[in-house]
T-cell receptor, first 115, second 111 residues
Framework: GAGVSQSPSNKVTEKGKDVELRCDPISGHTALYWYRQSLGQGLEFLIYFQGNSAPDKSGLPSDRFSAERTGGSVSTLTIQRTQQEDSAVYLC?????????????FGDGTRLSIL | SQQGEEDPQALSIQEGENATMNCSYKTSINNLQWYRQNSGRGLVHLILIRSNEREKHSGRLRVTLDTSKKSSSLLITASRAADTASYFC???????????FGSGTQLTVLP
């Protein structure tokens, strides 16, 4: 597709389970970003990839959160031993380069609910 | 507090009226971007204004930037019901590798 694709669109899971969220960026975009958005709030930066490497992981809230990107394309965000406070919408964005004077293109997010 | 903070938090207007949203920030920036988010969707880039620019237009959108006051405004003229969305500013401070987003203004345009 032409845009950023995220899957699943919704995920409901029990506390303590692991979850994996997927992001397919726009083809050819080298930069990929993960954000978290709580209800009615702004975006909280999680991690940034340039190609397959992550120069900035500063936003990951705890060691239960990890992310990888393979082939300079698809990225997965993994949350281990989920907690109720992890409930949020997880948004992925890509941009053509890693410079911040380029627009970021967002997917529609994964709405994660931890019971 | 956040680098970018929008004001007001919520705005309700009648179709045809103009809507003005403001964004204030704390540190110097390289550029500032505005995004729109419809309910349940991702963010859509609207416009980018660089630190050496004072005003920029795109269709019914007008963005101003006052670096001395560390503030920006987004004006939507002749609003439509389809403009109902949340609007976010995002700043590039040059010291981080990511944009810093504000908490947004929820705009409701009543038909």
């Amino acid at each position: 597709g032409a845009g950023v694709s995220q899957s699943p669109s919704n995920k409901v899971t029990e506390k303590g389970k692991d979850v994996e969220l997927r992001c397919d960026p726009i083809s050819g975009h080298t930069a990929l970003y993960w954000y978290r958005q709580s209800l009615g709030q702004g975006l909280e930066f999680l991690i940034y990839f340039q190609g397959n490497s992550a120069p900035d992981k500063s936003g990951l809230p705890s060691d239960r959160f990890s992310a990888e990107r393979t082939g300079g394309s698809v990225s997965t965000l993994t949350i281990q031993r989920t907690q109720q406070e992890d409930s949020a919408v997880y948004l992925c964005a890509s941009s053509s380069t890693g410079t911040l004077n380029q627009p970021q293109h967002f997917g529609d997010g994964t709405r994660l609910s931890i019971l | 507090s956040q680098q970018g903070e929008e004001d007001p938090q919520a705005l309700s207007i009648q179709e045809g009226e103009n809507a003005t949203m403001n964004c204030s920030y704390k540190t110097s920036i390289n550029n500032l971007q505005w995004y729109r988010q419809n309910s349940g969707r991702g963010l859509v880039h609207l416009i980018l204004i660089r630190s050496n620019e004072r005003e920029k237009h795109s269709g019914r959108l007008r963005v101003t930037l006052d670096t001395s006051k560390k503030s920006s405004s987004l004006l939507i003229t002749a609003s439509r019901a389809a403009d109902t969305a949340s609007y976010f500013c995002a700043t590039d401070t040059g010291s981080a590798r990511q944009l810093t987003f504000g908490s947004g203004t929820q705009l409701t345009v009543l038909p």
